[in-house]
């Protein structure tokens, strides 16, 4: 898992300076987790979105975005609590989630809203 940057979030998934309207630039479906270090809660979400980085290679791609380090990233999103989970559908508005979720609210959610099967 790739951790996001505000240059690396502007190159690979959305130019928010120079756009208004969504404009989604990657070749896959994204999640995007947004995570502290000190976050208890993000951490027992780390593994999980690890396994599934790895069963569905190629077929999404999953990053991480340390609010702590990149507080512009986290405010153009309002990230007011953490984990916030961003899924980006290839062709679909983005959706948020809050909390820390189980591995099977993560696969729903892949079905979808990512609309990504195994």
């Known amino acids: 898992m790739e951790h996001l940057t505000k240059e690396t979030f502007i190159e690979k998934i959305f130019d928010y300076e120079n756009n ?4 989604f ?8 987790d947004f995570y502290a270090d ?35 990233l986290a405010a153009v999103f309002q ?21 820390a979720m189980p591995r099977e609210s993560f696969e729903e959610a892949i079905r979808t809203v990512l609309k990504v099967e195994k």
């Not at 993000?42 to 290679?57: A, D, F």
């Not at 190629?58 to 512009?72: F, H, N, P, S």
């Not at 990230?79 to 909390?99: C, E, T, W």
């Open 38 to 72: 000190w976050c208890g809660p993000c951490k027992m979400v780390t593994p999980i979105l690890e396994k599934l980085s790895t069963e569905y290679n190629g077929k999404l791609d999953i990053y991480k975005v340390d609010t702590d380090a990149q507080r512009e």
């Open 20 to 23: 208004h309207e969504w404009n």
């Open 79 to 99: 990230i007011q609590s953490i984990p916030s989970i961003l899924f980006i559908p290839k062709d679909d508005k983005p959706q948020m989630a809050m909390g």
């Open 25 to 32: 630039k990657g070749d896959r479906p994204v999640i995007i």
